[in-house]
């Protein structure tokens, strides 16, 4: 899937999704959660202190 992006035309029409994602056409979207995530080396309860309310049913 990620193959396209060897074609530049392809790779500069990135666009940002109205919910904050990084998008590249009908296929690809990165979450901009987990960018973040991965970016700074957090993990998921320093950035979202309150996922553990959120209990195992979410």
Known sequence: M????LERS???NVRITPDGAVAWGEDIELCPDALYLQLTGKSVREYMPQVDRLGSHA
């Open 2 to 5: 990620f193959a396209v992006w």
């Open 10 to 12: 392809y790779f500069e």
